[in-house]
């Protein structure tokens, strides 16, 4: 059954899987593409165009991906991927402006759940109310 993927892009691969893995606890028994983009080949820090385009592409079924960055040059780095993709491709992806964890953490539950690509992305947009309602 075709549902929409996630990708994350960090600076860090142990923050992005650290990060998939808290998204991952929230979804006992259910399977969910969720790629990761992070780091630089040698291990580094940094981001690649190229290795985004490629996780957006794996975790594209046809139902949409949203994508989520880190920090600003990330943001850089994933619009630049969407350069390297088909344009039907291209149109199904969503650059959320989420915050990367709690962002990551409801978009997962909505789209494990069979939520649509725009319900998805809205849900991570969600992502930070119940802190701001907490702190105020």
Known sequence: MPQV?????????PLAD?????????LPGRELAIEVAAGTEDGGLGTDAVAISA????????????????LGSAVMSAETALEFLDDDVRERV???????????????????????RDRVAAEALLGLAPKQAHLG
Request: hydrophobic share 55%; glycine share 18%; no cysteine.
């Open 5 to 13: 993927g996630l990708v994350v892009v960090s600076h860090s691969r």
């Open 18 to 26: 650290a990060a998939v893995e808290l998204a991952r606890q929230m």
């Open 55 to 70: 996780a957006i592409g794996a975790a594209d079924s046809g139902d949409g991906v949203v994508v989520f960055m880190d």
């Open 94 to 116: 969503v650059l959320s402006p989420a915050p990367l964890v709690e962002g990551l953490v409801g978009a997962a539950v909505v789209a494990a759940g069979g939520g649509g």
